[in-house]
């Protein structure tokens, strides 16, 4: 437990000190929030701007978790990772401190963006829904974040990783209805969304923010519950989906992570000369 608690505080103190990353990533959701509910403040119901918000600070936990992993490809190319693996530290140690500061980060982040949202804008009826909200933005931030560390251990480039993140992240949030309903995307792009783990996430967690108690065709109208043929799937069942994701790629990335060669490619060469 001693060397995971290093490895995070280690991995957190590098995160930290590019404040310009930590500058743009909190101020982006905020820009978000405030073109969209802009633009489409007419066109939503009364509870359009926590159903707003809710999407903004999911899609910001998921992109910070991927985001953080990268720190794995910084301590591949750096040699640090290599060494680390040469001493008596397991490599289920290393990723476990990986996914702690990746989950650490995401949730502190979207969390504090949330809190700031909601006080400023509607405010809280019941305290009980911001527990809920932290608990859930830490099961999505350890979820995504160990999607982030299968990716960069499959990657090992960080150019690539960069090009391959955007290539993730755009897509899955945008076909997630966080920004905008599914409802009123043509119908081959709605079937697409419905194999997006991002979709169950994002249903998952309005069904926690909305705090509203509704009935499945209230929930199915507002799309934060899905009616595949007469079946509805609730915001509940859509949780279950996440964490079952999380589950595989906890899985995945154990599994990468054990077998994986961490040899720095540009050590290798100069070595060879």
Known sequence: MSVIYSLFIRNLRDYTRDNIRLLVITLTPFAFIYVL??????????????????????????????????????????????????????????????????????????????????????????????????????????????????????????????????AVVIPLIFLSGAYLPISIFPWFLQYISYLNPMTYTTMFFRGIVLEETMTNAEMVNIGIALDINGFILTPLMSGLIVFLCGVLFMILAIRSFQHANFTSPQRSRKKRN
């Open 37 to 166: 509910s802009s633009i489409f403040k007419n066109q939503f119901a009364s509870y359009s701007l926590s159903y707003l918000i809710a999407g903004v600070s999911i899609a910001t936990v998921f992109n910070t978790s991927l985001n953080v992993a990268s720190a794995v490809i910084d301590d591949i190319g750096s040699g640090f990772l290599k060494e680390i693996l040469a001493s008596p530290i397991s490599r289920l140690q290393v990723i476990m401190g990986h996914i702690l500061t990746g989950s650490t980060i995401a949730t502190v982040q979207g969390f504090l963006i949330y809190l700031i949202s909601m006080f400023t804008y509607l405010g809280f009826e019941e305290w009980h829904t911001i527990i809920l909200v932290f608990f859930s933005m830490v099961m999505v931030s350890f979820v995504y974040s160990t999607l982030g560390i299968l990716l960069a251990v499959t990657v090992k480039n960080f150019q690539t990783y960069q090009v391959v993140e955007q």
